[in-house]
């Protein structure tokens, strides 16, 4: 397996969507120029949504010209519908986000469509993508629980995961989208999946809404998997999933999988100035726990040792 691992920072998307504060148009592509000078090369920063839905995002066909256009840099937009689609690939993204939860009272409280629509829509978008040579990812929301339902069997993503694959998408993200899951069901879901398909099929996307999402990261990396989600601070939480709070902070992931040997090209001190940056932003505290032990050791006139 490779040692080198894809993060993917979702924080300017994900992480600001549900935020109080409005942060403008400038302020976002400061962060996003903080992120790819820290070393960050995949961000999803926009999702091309009705404003009236998530007003957080009404500046994306904006902010999108105003990206960092560094050579190896890779953006991914989120759409939840065929116009949303033909937005973001006017826009000039050359990768695109379908959301499919994996209960209809999620999808249509998120989509306003059953399980059955949604995954119709998702495959109606695929195929359309596949002829203008965009690369498709489908988020398999709430993979773990629903925030309405609660709790689903192992073998509900893995369905949902096989249909789209047939529909001829690119990947799948596995997405705990209120942190309810555990590593064990990590590990029943993924493995399957990742016997049938391979690994560098499959990005993980967690939020640490009850502690875990470090375990759980590090046994998707240990099953294989390269490729995750993360946030920058913590921030996230979705509108349309009550109970659901930040992502895994960036830097917490960073500091998991290079400690453990893997490698990201991400700089944690970078993360520090972004991280600064979206709390003033956002005007809420913001870091990971990383960044709580580098300040704590800073206090005590020690300067700390990551590795």
């Known amino acids: 397996m490779s040692d080198t691992v894809i993060v993917n920072e979702v924080g300017l998307r994900d992480g600001l969507q549900n935020q109080p504060v409005t942060v403008d148009t400038d302020t976002k592509a400061r962060l996003a120029r903080l992120l790819v000078d820290a070393g960050v090369r995949y961000l999803e920063p926009v999702s091309f949504v009705s404003p009236k839905a ?30 949303g689609y033909q937005l973001a690939r006017d826009a000039g993204y050359r990768t695109v986000a379908l959301v499919l939860s994996t209960t ?66 690119d990947e799948v993200a596995i997405a705990d989208t209120i942190g309810a899951g555990n590593p064990k069901q990590m590990k029943d879901i993924m493995t399957p999946l990742i016997r049938e398909y391979g690994a560098d099929k499959f990005f993980v996307h967690l939020h640490d809404t009850r502690g875990l999402a470090a375990a759980m990261a590090w046994e998707a990396a240990d099953l294989g998997v390269r490729r995750f989600d993360a946030s920058v601070g913590g921030l996230g939480g979705c509108p349309f999933a009550p109970g659901a709070t930040g992502n895994m902070a960036t830097e917490d992931l960073v500091y998991l999988l290079e400690s453990c040997g893997l490698k990201t090209g991400i700089d944690i001190q970078g993360l520090r100035e972004v991280v600064t940056l979206a709390a003033e932003a956002t005007q809420r505290p913001l870091g990971g726990r990383i960044l709580e032990w580098m300040a704590s050791q800073e206090k005590r006139g020690k300067t700390p040792c990551l590795w």
């Not at 105003?66 to 840099?73: C, I, K, N, S, T």
């Not at 890779?74 to 519908?81: E, G, K, S």
């Not at 949604?118 to 203008?132: G, L, N």
């Open 54 to 83: 998530i007003p957080q995002m009404a500046d994306a066909a904006a902010l999108t010209p105003r990206l960092p256009a560094d050579e190896g840099l890779h953006y991914t937009a989120l759409v939840p519908n065929l116009k």
């Open 104 to 169: 209809d009272t999620f999808n249509q409280r998120n989509l306003n469509m059953s399980l059955e629509q949604a995954a119709a829509s998702c495959e109606s978008i695929i195929a359309a993508a596949r002829e203008d040579g965009v690369a498709t990812r489908t988020y398999i929301s709430g993979a773990f629980a629903c925030p309405y339902d609660g709790p689903v069997p192992v073998s509900l993503p893995q369905q949902l995961t096989g249909r789209m694959f047939a529909a001829g998408g």
